[in-house]
Structures are given as structure tokens and as C-alpha cells.
């Protein structure tokens, strides 16, 4: 945002030139020939600028609505218009990739940060997620323009070493570009100082080229190569820090200032810049949100907050509530269903008499019978019986959650292993997925968390509420709030549907079993999910068990293929 508000402020409001009018329209020519190449993919035509004080081609600007900008400042001195169109063609070609093919969404944007993080730290990784995504495209764009790409390619080159000499890293880009495309196009030996780099990268590159799916391990092992070069390249300094005249200072996602030569800025533009479709879209917060949980899917903790804070997915604020959001996800279905007669079935025909009703008597069978028709002789009409009910699903009612927190539900989520994130995590996943499955269908919903003390969330439709209160975990004692499930239970505009999630160190079972029964008797329905437990003890619940429905979870897998179809006659 800070670069943003400079470039804004340093661009030079002067009347444009009759060359720099007709550059942008060059520039206009060929993005319409991108997109008309992209199939017209929905993206807005780039704010066209001339701002000699920053080197980025491209560059998405925040100020504008995430509004892309294409700054034609410090574009090659070419000879004709032709190669003008040409070069602005494969610039654009390259710049609406990112968008359509890689990194495409903020949420394959995030699996590829999370994959380069294996290696680098979260400041360097937009950096290998970009040179990585950078090198696909660029060996997709040569299949169709092998040409064109490598008459830009000396022309780029040509342009910066115009300059002055060329960092490292730039060398590495030139070389890795020869060795994907197999041919010495520049013909420099100072390149093939990168030898070795380059053909390990290519390599990488090349393996399984169209095969999408080894996109995050190849990211990985991009930055398992890079590292070294990376860290030479791109210095980490505070907001005060003096830059070199050979480079300029950009920020980082992952909040840090770094140092960037200004070669590479011309080269590949921000390298540090999130290129992903996502980004330039408005009012697409549900969509963003689904993608923070299908991406917190199967990854620890640890690995989730950073690269999708990273990739602007996470919208929410709370990284561990979406988190869970996501490790919970349709993991759990309940189902209130309540039998309808099945109407009545046509068995067989039989005798219709004169006296019956004249809407039984089926003509068709009549003729059938005899072509002549004799009333209460040859008229049919069908005998009926009644068909079997079948069962319809119910709108799910009020649901209340109590999460038990006590100090036997130890909780430490940043584990690796589930026995180390232990019971509450469980605990926490069924909660979740609960409270989602409900908010789904429109009802509303209550949390309370127990422990030594009850803390409430009220009966609402704002899941963001409930989620607060879940993660409030007390690690004190265990005493089922059973008063409160019972207020909780007044309070609710419909019968509600009580999940208690627990283990077995509840001290006050004899008086909660009491009020439970009484609350099933006033229709609520009560399931009690018990974690690190085979089998519900029978003897010790049976004068309730035919009032509420208990499930043993085992472990997590337990939870993970549980459903839960509660049947129901008449449900009200």
C-alpha cells in the first residue's frame, strides 16, 4: 500500500507526448490481442502510464480498485510500430498468464507459498512462487511463440545491460530460460556462469511438464535450489534502511522491507507481487472464504496463516477460526426426518357396481374385460391399499453446543500429531462442524463452554459469534452447566437439538442426567458425542439412554466418517 500511494503520488501529471500517445495506443493494440488470444477473459483494460520514477512494467494498484496498471516508461527503443505491438503482445501475454494459468486463484496461490515455505522464509516466498510460476509460462508461451519470445528476450536483454552490468539473479533468469528452450539465444559466456543453477531449475521445470498436480513439490524444490541466490540477492532492511543505488526497496507480504536490484524489477516486474485472478475481483468474500477452508484442509496450523494471508484469502481476521472452519467442513451431517403416508396403490381390478362411484370406474379395464359394457357385470374399477410412508427431511431445529474445555480436554493445536493437538481439538472439529452444517440451513444456534465456569454465546445467526466463544478454551474442571443447557433450552424460539462434547470427567452426572431426561420429555433432543471413548457405559446411563442418543468417538477418524440420521415421527 505504501508503494502504491508513492507511485500515485510521483506520477507525472504533465501532458502526455505525440510518441508517448502513440505508445499507448501500440500498448491498446496488443492487450486487445491478448485477450482476444485468452478468449476475452473478464479483466479490465490496464491503466496506461508513464511513470519514470518507478521500473515495474506491470503492477496491480490497490488505490484503484485492484486496478492493473501498465507503465510504458522504461519500454525498449525499438525500430518500428510493428515491433512495438509485438513487444507489448508478449508482455501482455505473459502479465494475463498469471491470472488464467498460474498462479490462477488466491487458493492455488496459497499452495504454492506454503510449498516454497519448506525452504525460505515467508518474506522470500512470493518470490520463488513467482519465478516458478514465471517459467511455466514462459515455456507455454514458447510452444506458440518461440520466435517472437526470443526476439523480445535479446531485446530485453539488450535494453538492461544498456545500463550497466546485470545481478546474478538476472543472469540466472536469462540462462534458465536457454536451458529450458534448449538454444543459446543471447550467446553470453557471463551467463553461463549460471550454468549449473539453471539446468537444475530447467530440469525441474521440464519433469512432468503438464502435469498440474507437481506444481507444490516442484515450487519446493525451486526453493530448496534458489535459496542460496535468493538470499544474496534480495536483503531484508528496516523502514529507514539506505538502499544501494542499484536497487529499490519494496515490502514484502510477508511484512518485511527487502532489497531488490532494479534489473530484476524490469526483468519479471514486483517479485514479491500476489499475481493471482482473486486479487482483482470485488465482492467475492464467500468465494475467498471457501477457498481459506478448502486450503486449511489436511495442513497443520502452522503452515496455514502465512501463506493465506499471503494469497488474500483470509478475510476473516481470525486464522485459527478459519482454520477450523475448514479442518471441520462437511466432515458431519445430521438429519431430522419424519414419515409422510405413502398415499394409497392401485392392487388389482374388480367388479364396479352400479351404487359405487362413478370417478372408480376405470373404462379402459371395462373394455378390456369385454368390448360390451354390462353395469356390476363386465365394469372394473381398481382395488387400493394403503402404501408405505417414506421419510422426508425436516428443517434441522436450534442447536445448542456444549464443548467441554475442562483440563482432561487438553488442547494444543500447533501439534503435528493428533494425540499431541489432543481431545479438544477433536472436540473443536465436531463443534464446528456442527455449528456450520446448521448455519447452512438457516437456523440458529447457541454455544456454551464449560469448564469450572459456563461461558455463553446466545442463541444467533452469526456464526462469527459462536466460533469465539469455542475457541475460549478454560482448562479447570468439569461440571456440566446443566441449569444453563436447561435456560438455553427455554430460551431457543424452537425445540433445540443439544450436542454435548465431552469425555467421561463429568462430576455432576447424577443431577444432569435428571434434568436431561426432563428435557426430552419437553421435546428437545439431547446427542452427546464422548471423545476417547469405544463404547457409552450402559449401566451407568440406563435410565437415560432411551431418552438421548450417546456416540462414542474413538479418535478423530471416528468423527471424520461420522453421520448422524436422527429419525423422527411427527418432530415438532
Known amino acids: 500500500m505504501i508503494e502504491s500511494r508513492r507511485r500515485k503520488s510521483k506520477r507525472i501529471n504533465k501532458n502526455l507526448t505525440e510518441k508517448e500517445k502513440k505508445i499507448i495506443e501500440l500498448a491498446k493494440h496488443a492487450w486487445s490481442k491478448t485477450l482476444k488470444e485468452f478468449y476475452y477473459p473478464p479483466l479490465n483494460e490496464p491503466n496506461y502510464v508513464f511513470d519514470y520514477t518507478h521500473l515495474e512494467g506491470f503492477y496491480i494498484d490497490p488505490d484503484h480498485k485492484w486496478q492493473i496498471t501498465m507503465n510504458l516508461a522504461n519500454t525498449p527503443l525499438l525500430k518500428d510500430d510493428q515491433e512495438y505491438i509485438n513487444y507489448f503482445y508478449i508482455i501482455s501475454l505473459h502479465e494475463v498468464s498469471h491470472y488464467q494459468i498460474i498462479p490462477y486463484d488466491g487458493l492455488t496461490h496459497a499452495k504454492l507459498l506454503r510449498a516454497a515455505m519448506t525452504h525460505v522464509n515467508q518474506n522470500y516466498a512470493p518470490i520463488v512462487v513467482n519465478i516458478f510460476a514465471d517459467l511455466i509460462i514462459d515455456y507455454k508461451l514458447y510452444q506458440k511463440y518461440s520466435a517472437l519470445i526470443e526476439w523480445e528476450m535479446a531485446e530485453t536483454y539488450k535494453h538492461l545491460t544498456s545500463k550497466g552490468p546485470i545481478s546474478n539473479f538476472s543472469k540466472f533468469l536469462f540462462r534458465a530460460y536457454e536451458k529450458m528452450w534448449k538454444k543459446d539465444i543471447i550467446n553470453e559466456e557471463r551467463l553461463k556462469e549460471m550454468d549449473s543453477l539453471a539446468e537444475r531449475v530447467s530440469k525441474i521445470i521440464l519433469k512432468n511438464f503438464e502435469d498440474e498436480s507437481t506444481w507444490e513439490k516442484k515450487t519446493s524444490q525451486v526453493a530448496r535450489s534458489l535459496k542460496s541466490l535468493i538470499q544474496d540477492t534480495f536483503a531484508l532492511i528496516g523502514t529507514g534502511g539506505i538502499v544501494d543505488k542499484s536497487k529499490e526497496k519494496r515490502k514484502s507480504p510477508g511484512g ?24 482483482l475481483k470485488e465482492g467475492n468474500e464467500d468465494e475467498l472464504r471457501q477457498k481459506s477452508e478448502e486450503f486449511a484442509k489436511n495442513i497443520p496450523y502452522s503452515e496455514f496463516g502465512g501463506p493465506a494471508r499471503q494469497a488474500g ?27 409422510k403416508p405413502g398415499g394409497q396403490l392401485p392392487i388389482f381390478p374388480e367388479v ?138 427455554e430460551k431457543a424460539e424452537r425445540k433445540a437439538l443439544v450436542f454435548i462434547i465431552t ?52 479418535n478423530p477418524k471416528d468423527l471424520i466418517n461420522l453421520v448422524i440420521k436422527e429419525i423422527q415421527y411427527y418432530y415438532s
Open 256 to 279: 518485511a522491507f527487502i532489497e531488490i536490484p532494479k534489473d530484476v524489477l524490469e526483468i519479471m516486474d514486483n517479485p514479491l507481487e500476489n499475481k493471482n485472478a482473486d486479487k
Open 313 to 339: 484469502i483470509l478475510i476473516d481476521g481470525s486464522a485459527l477460526a478459519t482454520w477450523y472452519r475448514g479442518v471441520a467442513k462437511d466432515l458431519i451431517e445430521i438429519k431430522i426426518f419424519e414419515e
Open 503 to 554: 469425555d467421561f470427567g463429568i462430576y455432576n452426572w447424577t443431577k444432569a442426567k435428571k434434568i436431561m431426561i426432563s428435557l426430552a420429555q419437553k421435546g428437545h433432543t439431547i446427542v452427546g458425542f464422548f471423545i476417547g471413548s469405544k463404547v457409552i457405559p450402559k449401566k451407568k446411563f440406563e435410565n437415560l439412554l432411551n431418552k438421548v442418543k450417546f456416540y462414542g468417538i474413538a
Open 352 to 489: 364396479w357396481r352400479i351404487g359405487d362411484r362413478i370417478e372408480e370406474l376405470d373404462i379402459v379395464q371395462s373394455l378390456l374385460n369385454s368390448p360390451v359394457i354390462i353395469p356390476s357385470i363386465t365394469t372394473r374399477k381398481w382395488a387400493y391399499k394403503e402404501g408405505p410412508g417414506h421419510l422426508i427431511e425436516k428443517k434441522i431445529p436450534d442447536l445448542l453446543i456444549v464443548l467441554d474445555s475442562s483440563g482432561s480436554m487438553n488442547w494444543n493445536y500447533t501439534s503435528n500429531s493428533m494425540r499431541g493437538k489432543g481431545p479438544y481439538h477433536t472436540a473443536l472439529v465436531a463443534a464446528f462442524a456442527s455449528l456450520h452444517y446448521t448455519a447452512s440451513k438457516g437456523a440458529k444456534f447457541s454455544v456454551i463452554n464449560f469448564s469450572n465456569r459456563a461461558d455463553i454465546c446466545q442463541w444467533t445467526s452469526d456464526y462469527k459469534k459462536a466460533e469465539k466463544v469455542l475457541l475460549r478454551y478454560q482448562g479447570g474442571g468439569t461440571f456440566l452447566p446443566i441449569k444453563e443447557i436447561a435456560i438455553q433450552c
